[in-house]
């Protein structure tokens, strides 16, 4: 099965500066990598993801890069501001049977975003 | 305009309890989730349902019991509630079952057994 390894698991930096955050999977066969952000109090959002076709893919500051050779994939926050500051999760599809796909989860990576 | 809503949000409730959490989507979404996360913010699926059919059925008691009156929606009915069942309970949606379909997640339930 799939496992996700995420690190991480703790990152402070100053605002304004770029955060990076790692993540690797076993699952060769995987090919769709999203990246999610909870806020304190809500459900996880989608901010960005990636298809195994492409090796980076950018929105405004937040960038994702995947190298499917050596299974990882990375997110980049540049010019970091205080409302970046949330839990930040990876994933990776995983094969589950009857023509399905499950998520599975990396661990978390708290980003904290000091003024 | 929400799209993955889930009540209630928070429940309190003693052990051995049975209770239930519901789960609606208006997204025209065909596959509905549910998620645990635990006190380490780690998220593990429980259970996924196709166009009301059961397709992933994780490792989860048989005390956790999934319903899907409609593709719109899906609830879950947990019996006997143990103080280990305590965690934030998120319900997803996603276009199809496929392997290239974002996820939308709900809100979350905060579940405390007491």
């Known amino acids: 099965g799939e496992n996700v390894e995420q690190h991480p698991s703790t990152l402070s930096v100053q605002e304004g500066d770029s955060a990076v955050i790692k993540c690797t999977y076993s699952d060769s066969a995987s090919n769709y990598f999203p990246w999610y952000k909870q806020e304190l109090g809500k459900g996880p959002q989608l901010i960005i993801d990636?298809?195994?076709?492409?090796g980076e893919k950018k929105d405004q500051r937040i960038a994702v890069t995947l190298n499917k050779t050596a299974k990882h994939f990375s997110l980049h926050i540049t010019e970091t501001q205080p409302e970046d500051s949330a839990v930040y999760f990876c994933?990776?599809?995983?094969?589950?049977?009857?023509?399905?796909?499950?998520?599975?989860f990396g661990k978390g990576t708290k980003l904290s975003v000091i003024p | 305009d929400t799209a993955v809503s889930q009540t209630p949000k928070y429940l309190v409730t003693q052990m051995g309890n049975d209770k239930s959490i519901k789960c609606e989507q208006n997204l025209g979404h065909d596959t509905m989730y549910w998620y645990k996360q635990d006190s380490k913010k780690f998220l593990k699926i429980m259970f996924s349902?196709?166009?009301?059919?059961?397709?992933i059925n994780e490792t989860v008691p048989n005390r956790f019991s999934p319903k899907s009156p409609d593709k719109a929606h899906l609830n879950l009915h947990i019996n006997s509630l143990e103080l280990g069942d305590s965690a934030v309970y998120f319900c997803?949606?996603?276009?199809?079952?496929?392997?290239?379909?974002?996820?939308?997640f709900g809100p979350g339930t905060r579940l405390t057994v007491l």
């Open positions: 349902y196709n166009n009301k059919e059961l397709i």
């Open positions: 990636i298809r195994s076709n492409v």
């Open positions: 997803a949606s996603s276009l199809d079952r496929g392997r290239l379909d974002t996820q939308y």
């Open positions: 994933a990776a599809t995983k094969y589950s049977g009857a023509g399905s796909y499950q998520l599975t």
